[in-house]
């Protein structure tokens, strides 16, 4: 039997010839294509993505020596792709049908337009960020937004840090480090994305001290536990989830009670920070004011849900723990950038000024079902004209969430637009919506194999757009 020609050796000896007609990164970056590119694309860019392509090229020639293309065209187009791709949009805007408010992967609160004026405004000029100017001398940040939320959660003081996650830890690390912190079982919850009070926790250098069982926590638990090395009772909203049924915690005020008699500070991880009573919308969750009023000595909580305003984390209570906070000199790499605080102030000034409705993420949770299934009603009828027999067009009502972490069981009537067609299957609607050829992504979601559409976290200025995204996917 003849031995088959040895293929490896063919293959060693092909790619090496191929190899060298590759075009030099010289040669490629003089043909007129590249040169109108690399006046807009930066002529370093360009040379970077051209050494990329032709290392991916030789990669490709060592594994399949026939498989690529060396024509010049062939390499350009390649080149041009690489750039492109590199300079393409990345954060780009949405528009969130899905009737989640606070959408933590859609970007959470999204801010008023008063909000972003000022952004832009301390972003592109010089601010007093840390400058006072009645004496002419350095300021505190800190000034622009304590007195305000000191206010608003009837605390003597009150920072802000990066985000809430931020908060937790520097409070946990001013306070506790190295010592104990009393907390619920059922009260050890992750939030999403890695974070874990326990893990939190241990990076503080504070040493958790567990009480109770996951369903049931008593007064007494958190009194057996205390001891001389405690420094701290912590309390934590269990944000996404509920436990129900055979339940038990102590309230605030039994807490409270217990950490004046033990001489041992409470500190509240509120999660959502809600600064305004939104019982009337169906929402109860606790307002932070209800903390302080308890006695807790430190709350802390998001910017940037239920508050509506930007990626913050807010620390407020009594003052002689809230300057040592403040003191800590971890809160140097963990405090908010003056676009940040620009935002904040804007956003607390509605809640001043009882203007509730100019905070976005507030007025789509106070918009009635009534609201909702007037706009719904008229906007599936300007569709149903559009699409004429393509598609079936419903009303149907549903629930809105507000997300973000905060109240899981609590929902808000809506009447939500549900969308079938013969040619399309939900998924493939859904997912054409994501990638329009032209104008905002659309994210929606499906029930009962249907595209469903909440307008709730629709801006009224957006209809428009949602109705072309949809007639488009839909053809
Ligand atoms: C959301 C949440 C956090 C984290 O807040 P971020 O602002 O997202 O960092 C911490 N604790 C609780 C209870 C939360 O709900």
Excluded: W
């Amino acid at each position: 039997m003849n031995p088959p020609a040895d293929p490896a050796a063919k293959m060693q000896r092909e790619p090496s010839a191929r190899l060298r007609e590759i075009p030099s990164v010289d040669e490629l970056l003089a043909r007129p294509r590249l040169v109108a590119l690399a006046e807009g694309a930066g002529r370093s860019t360009v040379t970077q993505s051209a050494r990329t392509v032709l290392a991916d090229l030789r990669e490709q020639l060592k594994l399949d020596s026939s498989s690529a293309s060396l024509d010049g065209v062939a390499i350009e187009t390649r080149i041009v792709n690489h750039v492109e791709a590199l300079l393409a949009p990345s954060l780009v805007r949405v528009i969130n049908a899905t009737g989640v408010i606070l959408h933590t992967n859609l970007g959470r609160a999204p801010l008023s337009a008063a909000a972003a004026a000022e952004i832009a405004s301390s972003a592109t000029r010089y601010s007093n960020l840390e400058y006072d100017m009645s004496s002419g001398e350095r300021g505190k940040r800190d000034v622009h937004t304590s007195r305000l939320l000191a206010q608003l959660v009837g605390a003597e003081s009150a920072i802000v840090v990066n985000n809430n996650a931020a908060a937790v830890f520097l409070v946990l690390n001013t306070l506790a480090k190295a010592a104990e912190v009393i907390v619920s079982r059922g009260e050890l919850i992750e939030i999403g994305d890695g974070f874990r009070i326990p893990d939190i926790m241990a990076e503080s250098g504070a040493v958790l001290r567990e009480v109770g069982t996951t369903n049931r926590t008593r007064i007494r638990d958190y009194e057996r536990a205390c001891n001389e090395r405690t420094r701290l009772l912590l309390r934590v909203h269990p944000s996404n989830f509920r436990i129900t049924g055979f339940t038990e915690r102590p309230t605030l005020d039994e807490l409270t009670a217990l950490g004046r008699r033990l001489q041992v500070p409470v500190y509240e991880d509120l999660g959502s920070g809600c600064l305004a009573d939104l019982a009337a919308n169906g929402i109860n969750e606790p307002v932070a004011r209800a903390s302080g009023d308890a006695g807790v000595e430190v709350v802390s909580f998001s910017g940037d849900k239920l508050l509506g305003g930007p990626q913050a984390g807010v620390i407020a209570g009594k003052r002689e723990f809230v300057e040592r906070i403040r003191r800590n000199p971890l809160f140097r790499a963990l405090r908010v950038d003056k676009l940040t605080i620009a935002a904040l102030e804007v956003t607390l000034k509605c809640y001043l000024r009882g203007a509730l409705d100019e905070i976005p993420a507030l007025r789509m949770i106070r918009a009635s079902a009534d609201e909702i299934a007037r706009r719904a009603q008229g906007f599936s009828d300007r569709l149903r004209e559009s699409l004429g027999k393509n598609a079936l067009v419903e009303i149907r009502p549903g629930f809105s969430v507000v997300g973000g972490g905060s109240t899981p069981d609590q929902q808000l009537p809506t009447q939500l637009i549900s969308i079938s067609s013969a040619r399309h299957t939900a998924d493939s609607l859904e997912a054409r919506l994501r990638k329009p050829a032209s104008g905002p992504a659309v994210v929606a979601r499906i029930e009962d194999d249907r595209l469903t559409l909440d307008l709730r976290t629709v801006f009224p200025d957006e209809d428009a757009a949602l109705a072309a995204a949809l007639v488009s996917a839909l053809s």
